[in-house]
């Protein structure tokens, strides 16, 4: 019983980790520039496409992983750069269709670089079953939460410590502030972006091993990593963490003790009800416009 | 520029002549804050029907903020709004308008994706039939009483002045003229109390004085105004009674010539006397 | 307000005169099925376009009430035996009651908040249908039978050109009756202002969700009239794909812009088919064509078009 619970905590907690990623990702971003990025889980698709392919060709697993995390880099500020800030002062509707419509682009790149097949990327360290308390655990797991976690605190560390973070955090606050402080703001949305895609690749490369490799990875993991910053709070990076395990692992207990088919839909169900019921989430700010 | 003939409407002679029957518009005991910012606190006074009220105070002093509590789009923290007796504090907007409240805006908020006339005529919306099986298939009797709406927006846009614009799109139009079609707007629907958020804000001298015209025009009409204002040529000019404010509560009330006598007003406005 | 009808009379005109024309240069079966599919495309992207371009909310999951529309005619007609019209009216029905429930609470949302509840809503809906095999035929879908009124069946791509041709032909000049109405006067209010439209007496809590169920029908009743006509619905028809195509079709072709909506239906159907031969490159273009509109023609087609023509009279 306990085990069996165990289990599914275990298992919740591992994807939950990419959902914190993929979270925090879209808060850095909406931080930076109040943009919805769709095309946030297409970042991890190709972290994890890139280290799958470039491994099975012989590149060394770091150096594939890092490969997969500058081109992701690259896209993003592609993404930035030519989709997003060309539409600057559009309308919501208008920016949200802008990313889905990258979103969509990216995928249609990667079929034709890639392929449709699944592809596999060997476990770090092995598939033997870590055994704990009775329930079963893959070293890939550690693998997932532990990266997740390193990196989480070294974006914290980033913005609190470095004037880069701070120059990002200011341009979230206040853009025109932020501007008239000398901040180039372009460059805080392009490096949101740069930074995000990095989250998301290194994220998508350490749970390829788990998940596979494939071009719609991107689909789930983005609109749940979306549900977990929504469930955070909007623009909260811890918040939007801490969104992203709670997503993991109620999904993780609801396929196991309710219905398994139904997986994919908790996420929704949360989001749902996190938009209907508590809008800002568990650790957002209200705000009020001005008339 | 077809208007109604304006009289003088010196503001003492015909104060008698207006003040019967219970106010128009009452706060009690009004308050809102923002976040542990009070913006408004304690204030109560009431509008009698009829007369041109104005509202003034230096920046801050919450005069938009009490409209938005007024006309709804605030709820208030304390305290109550009473329209014709009736308590509608915190009521929508949109019951608001239906019981005889209009308002303009501060920041423009004209309909942009429509024609000067279109923007008139949502102004008629109480009065028009705006059911949806009529519109999905063209009642005759909608047809009928749409094209009544289309013509009586057209005369409220020349009774501002507007006749030029009757054709044009709203997003074309000078910043003078929206603030003017605003008005034609709020009128269409027929209000018995008219909120104006500084109409006169932006304008020239030469448009301001148009305004003017305007709000006697339509207070003549019987329509009580109420009217928030930075310019005090037209607010001493054009009003029965002033009410103002300073950092969310009252400071004064009174005739023109009572308020701009008072020293506390004075202090506010010029900082305190040597 | 002459002008305006004789706007609405001509442009009617003209697509009832496209759709009557139109057999005549198709030379098969195979090129009238893409038409049809167009039509169908074009009826649910009318009323989303109400919903998009007038009211200016949106909505991701639309292809959900599509697919409610398609299964509940299937379920109705096929395991129960009932006919095809009151199935299609019952599909119209339920969804109208969902579109009801859930656009109450979600259209106080705004901007992307709303945007992802009206996504979670569609692929739930999706999920649902995939899932629950046993009444759906889960993720292969299930066989429909076709369509029979007063024992008259309609088979056959020449019958059902003309049935999708009138029904768009009706929904359009519904759509055209109600923008030029007092509520589509507000509906644009609403988009142009909301506290404006608020202060004037528009009560635009319950304008919205009026054009969502409405849109959410029209999406309903194309679906139940498409199960019969392809004789089988999957729930791909359903998923967030499909919704996305649809609110693609809406910006592309104009948004609010009823012919728009129609003109973004039609090509941005016939272009997987174009592009058969670069199938590869389908999502590639979908998504470029999606982020070139937005930043280049951010109103879509027909209004970018109609702007280059002289302007009606300007102050």
Known sequence: ?291 | MKMLATTDLSPDTTAQARRVGPPILKVEHLSREFGGVLAIGDLSFSIAAGDIHSIIGPNGAGKTTLFNLVTGVYKPSGGRVLFDGADVSGMAPYRLAARGMSRTFQNLQIFFNMTALENVMVGRHLHLNTRLLPALFRFPSLVRKDREAKDRAAQLMADVGLEKYIDADAASMPYGALKRLEIARALASEPKLLLLDEPAAGLNATESREIDEVIKTVAAGGVTIVLVEHDMKMVMGISHRITALNQGRMLAEGTPQEVAANPDVIAAYLGAAP | MNALLHGRLTGLLALAAAIAILPAFLPNNFYLDIAILAGFNAVVCVGLNLLIGYAGQISLGHAGFFGIGAYASGVLVGTYGWPPVLALVAGAVFVGLLAFLVAKPILRLKGHYLAMATLGIGIIVSIVLRTESGLTGGPDGMMVEPFKLFGVELYGEKVWYWVVGVLLVGVVWLSLNLIDSPMGRALRAVHGSEVAAEVVGVDTARFKVLVFVLSAVFASVAGSLFAHYAGLITPAKADFFKSIELVTMVVFGGMASTFGAVVGAVVLTLLPQALTIFQDYQQIVLGGILMATMVFMPKGLLPTLAALLPARRRA
């Open chain 1, 1 to 291: 019983m306990f085990a069996e619970l165990l289990q599914y905590l275990l298992s919740g907690l591992t994807i939950g980790a990419i959902y914190a990623l993929a979270g925090l990702g879209f808060s850095i971003i909406y931080n930076a520039s109040h943009v919805i990025n769709f095309a946030q889980g297409e970042f991890i698709m190709i972290g994890g496409m890139a280290s799958a392919t470039l491994t099975a060709s012989g590149v060394p697993l770091p150096l594939a992983i890092m490969i997969g995390c500058g081109g992701a880099m690259l896209v993003g500020v592609l993404v930035a750069k030519f989709a997003v800030e060309r539409a600057r002062n559009a309308s919501t509707v208008t920016l949200i269709i802008i990313t889905i419509g990258a979103s969509i682009f990216l995928r249609g790149v990667a079929e034709l670089v890639w392929g449709k097949d699944f592809k596999r990327l060997d476990a770090f360290s092995g598939e033997t079953p870590i055994q704990i308390l009775g329930a079963s655990m893959q070293p890939q797991s550690l693998w997932v939460v532990g990266t997740a976690g390193v990196l989480i605190v070294a974006i914290g560390l980033f913005f609190a410590r470095t004037l880069t973070g701070k120059a990002i955090l200011a341009t979230s606050h206040n853009r025109l502030a932020a501007q008239l402080v000398g901040i180039d703001v372009k460059r805080v949305v392009l490096a949101s972006f740069a930074l995000s895609a990095a989250l998301g690749a290194v994220g998508g490369a350490v749970v390829a091993p788990i998940t596979f490799s494939y071009t719609e990875m991107g689909i789930m993991l983005g609109l749940k990593g979306f549900t977990a910053a929504v469930l955070g709070g909007l623009g909260h990076g811890p918040g939007a963490v801490a969104g992203g395990l709670i997503v993991g692992i109620a999904e993780a207990l609801g396929a196991g003790y309710i219905s398994s088919a139904y997986k994919d839909a908790v996420a929704f169900v949360i989001i749902l009800a996190v938009l209907l019921f508590m809008p800002n989430g568990l650790f957002g700010k209200r705000g009020t416009e001005r008339v």
